[in-house]
């Protein structure tokens, strides 16, 4: 389908609002649950794009910028993917391809990432020379310069994918096989553990395992919703917390030097 | 002292909605230096008012700062406490200030990463995606609220922790609390990503059929024997809930068997594969598009 003028304005408005919180990270319209559905909203076709979303939040549920490490940009796959879903017409039907579409999308997003920070390090050499003339009003011109663009790192490619119009996107995606489509849903299922597996790996320490396995099993029973299984979590951990706080004033200082830092921690506590 | 100088609780406000933008400029050589000198503004507007000084505490929080974006509030806080006190005459030097600057922002990363990215994060994603993905427009709403709220109280109240306890801040963080709160969250999220591997993590072998038994009379619906029409349907009904089958052939698929040993069981040996291939130091973004080759290799094989 194509869109009206008011509507491209919006989808890129919502691109560039994603982009500019791809390097916030405080109101989350990057995240694709959100971002995907604003596309949905403006362009008339929520649902869709909604399930879309909903498709990549669980893919992307990992990603985060830790440090000075990008994570792949959850910003232009979400946006790009929901204007191609859109433009494509195909409404549901097309939402397995266009999650596929979102992967490579994420890893060109990160490239312009880089060099939007790289560009920022002569932002904040004019930030330099503003300081010394002790003026407020020039570093702030300098951030909301810097912040906007962040935003056109998104708004820009959605823009070409816009103008690029429906008929090419489209042929594009009626050209993918079948065997292409079913196999890119089937992987789909699959690449969301990867972005467990970076979670994982990060929180893992020998003492939190039994949660994990506990966890696993209690999601097996499939009449505990999200919402029973944390509030499982939660009491488990304050059960812990609890005990191993009784457990430490037991041993006193015997347990010093375990090579547990955290419970020689919990012990001073 | 008559002329002493104190931030209000609208500069403050100001400087807490400014610390939205902390990271807009972020770069490699500083990281969130200029957003930081950003969010002080309306702090440093009150307390400075010559050029000198205002030029002086510019450049001094133009310096290196990086940490998670919304446990920056509470060194934002302790932060503005100090240049209170320096403004109005305390010695506190640059090396101090940025002492407390670099002494905060490692350890309270340390919480923000944890709590906020690998907990709250995933746990409102994954319950905000599962309502998407059934197409409900509440999904999306819930995240953006609950989100919003948990983030905007959260920086408010320690920004405002941080700036009644000053300096005090750091010893206090530096206590039982601090490894609780971490600990407490990397419970709940290994707790939480596991039952996400169960539930969401889809690898499916039932298009591999294990066994295929002619069953024998009587165990299966006998489609032609039945009365035409509604009646027939509400028989059809009626024996399939009184436990028999479907079809003449009971076929067991490969995922049957796994499902009976444990669910789940290949979600969880690819996400382990997943975690050992990033240890190696694999790009997550490699794994990915492996996984789709991998996963279109076995739709053409039939086995997925």
């Known amino acids: ?269 | 002292m008559a002329n002493q100088v104190k931030l209000s609780k609208r500069d403050r406000i100001n400087v807490w909605w400014r610390s939205t933008f902390l990271q807009g400029s972020w770069n490699y050589e500083r990281m969130q230096n200029g957003g930081w000198a950003f969010t002080l503004i309306p702090a440093l507007k009150r307390l400075y008012k010559t050029k000198e000084d205002r030029s002086a505490a510019l450049t001094r929080h133009l310096e290196f700062f990086n940490t998670h974006p919304y446990v920056a509030s509470p060194i934002i806080g302790v932060t503005m406490a100090l240049e209170e006190e320096r403004a109005n005459g305390t010695p506190i030097d640059d090396v101090t200030i940025q002492g407390v600057k670099v002494g905060m922002m490692g350890p309270l990363a340390g919480v923000g990463d944890p709590v906020f990215w690998y907990t709250v994060k995933p746990i409102i994603g994954a319950l905000a995606a599962s309502l998407a993905i059934s197409g409900s427009i509440v999904g999306p709403i819930l995240y953006f609220v609950v989100w919003n709220a948990i983030r905007m109280s959260f920086m408010w109240y320690t920004q405002e922790m941080g700036y009644k306890a000053g300096s005090k801040i750091t010893e206090d963080l530096s206590g039982g609390i601090l490894q609780d709160i971490t600990k407490g969250a990397s419970i709940l999220g290994m707790f939480i990503l596991a039952a996400l591997i169960e539930r969401w993590v889809n690898v499916d072998f039932s298009p591999v059929k294990v066994s295929s038994i002619k069953q024998s009379a009587g165990a299966y619906i006998d489609w032609s024997k039945l009365p035409s029409g509604a009646a027939g349907i509400k028989e059809a009904l009626i024996q399939q809930s009184s436990g028999l089958s479907l079809t003449e052939y009971k076929v067991t698929t490969l995922q049957d068997n796994l499902n009976q040993l444990i669910p789940g069981l290949a979600a969880l040996l690819i996400t382990f594969l997943c975690m050992w291939l990033l240890k190696k130091n694999v790009s997550p973004i490699i794994i990915i598009l492996g996984l789709f080759v991998f996963g279109v290799v076995m739709h053409v094989l039939g086995v997925m």
């Open chain 1, 1 to 269: 389908m194509s869109l009206n003028l008011i509507q491209v304005i919006l989808v890129i408005f919502v691109a560039f609002l994603a982009g500019v919180e791809g390097i916030l990270d405080e109101f989350h319209f990057h995240q694709p649950v959100i971002a995907c559905t604003l596309i949905g909203l403006v362009t008339g076709q929520l649902i869709p794009c909604v399930i879309l979303g909903g498709s990549l939040q669980m893919i992307a549920l990992g990603w985060s910028n830790i440090g000075a490490a990008v994570a792949p940009d959850a910003a232009l796959a979400s946006i790009a993917s929901a204007i191609i879903l859109v433009l494509g017409g195909q409404g549901r039907e097309g939402i397995s391809s266009a999650i596929a579409i979102a992967i490579p999308l994420a890893v060109a997003g990160l490239l312009l990432t880089i060099i939007a920070r790289t560009i920022s390090t002569g932002i904040v050499h004019l930030m330099d020379s503003a300081a010394k003339e002790g003026s407020f009003r020039k570093i702030e011109l300098w951030q909301i310069a810097g912040i906007c663009l962040q935003g056109l790192r998104i708004a820009i490619p959605a823009a070409l994918i816009l103008a690029l119009g429906a008929g090419p996107v489209k042929a594009l995606l009626s050209a993918m096989p079948d065997w292409l489509t079913g196999g890119l849903a089937i992987g789909g299922g699959m690449v969301v553990a990867v972005g467990y597996a970076m979670v994982i790996n990060m929180m893992a320490s020998r003492e939190v395992w039994p949660f994990f396995i506990l966890g696993f099993v209690l999601a097996a029973v499939t009449e505990i919703t999200l919402i029973g299984l944390g509030a499982i979590g939660v009491s488990l951990a304050l059960i812990y917390l609890t005990l191993s706080k009784k457990g430490g004033n037991g041993n006193g200082g015997s347990s010093s030097n375990t090579g547990d830092p955290v419970g020689d921690l919990i012990d001073k506590y």
